[in-house]
């Protein structure tokens, strides 16, 4: 029964990682690249997210609340996970290892950005290229927010590839293989979209 019931958490670990978690990264990486034409287009995209409908409903159960378990399950497996060499060999076993800790940084970078923003937000603060502006303009700032970045899309990119073989969308080691190209590319480009957003706030 404990063993059914760790095999469902981390299955629902894995999915939430990826949706909804990890499409909203990847949304919210997209719109904070419109500040690379200005502060009035990245201002019209905050606003456009900010007045869709259902906000807080689409806020905690889509977003928070999976994250929240998603985090909370992820400390747990990364405190209590041993690497497997003999199963995934050399550089799947660094992989793992990465996927740790880019998870443990990404939260205290997510906590962090959270209470920057939205939390602020909640006490009258308004949310725009300004504010961003004045975080990013600590040069310690802009590269804590350039460091939590590459980590989260990381964690995402590379947890996307145990997302699929974990549901078994990829079984055999070809397909494994591929799968690495493909996330690894997704790394890539996201981290460009992020590190070209965040810098375009300087």
Same mark, same amino acid.
């Given at each position: 029964m404990a063993q059914n019931r760790e095999f469902f958490y981390r299955r629902l670990h894995s999915l939430l990682g990826v949706i909804p978690v990890g499409l909203f !990264? @990847?949304? %919210? !990486?997209?719109?904070? %690249?419109? $500040?690379t034409r200005g502060a009035d287009a990245f201002n019209k995209a905050a606003a456009f997210m900010e007045q869709l409908p259902f906000r807080y409903f689409l806020e905690i159960f889509v977003i928070f609340l999976p994250l929240l378990f998603h985090a909370i399950y992820g400390l747990y497996i990364a405190f209590t996970a041993q690497n497997n060499v003999s199963r995934y060999g050399y550089f799947r076993n660094w992989m793992f290892m990465l996927q740790r800790l880019t998870g443990i940084i990404t939260l205290i970078f997510v906590v962090w950005h959270v209470w920057e923003t939205r939390v602020q937000a909640a006490f009258g603060a308004e949310v725009n290229y300004d *504010? *961003? $502006?004045n975080i990013v303009a600590n040069p310690f700032m802009l590269a804590f927010y350039i460091v939590g970045i590459v980590s989260a899309v990381f964690h995402f990119a590379n947890g996307l590839w145990s997302f699929f073989v &974990?549901?078994?969308? #990829?079984?055999?080691?070809?397909s494994q293989q591929i &799968? @690495?190209?493909? #996330? *690894?590319?997704i790394f890539v480009a996201l981290s460009i979209v992020g590190i070209r957003a965040i810098l375009a706030f300087v």
């Open positions: !990264l @990847t949304q %919210h !990486l997209v719109v904070n %690249h419109f $500040a *504010m *961003m $502006a &974990s549901w078994g969308i #990829t079984v055999t080691p070809r &799968s @690495t190209y493909v #996330t *690894m590319g």
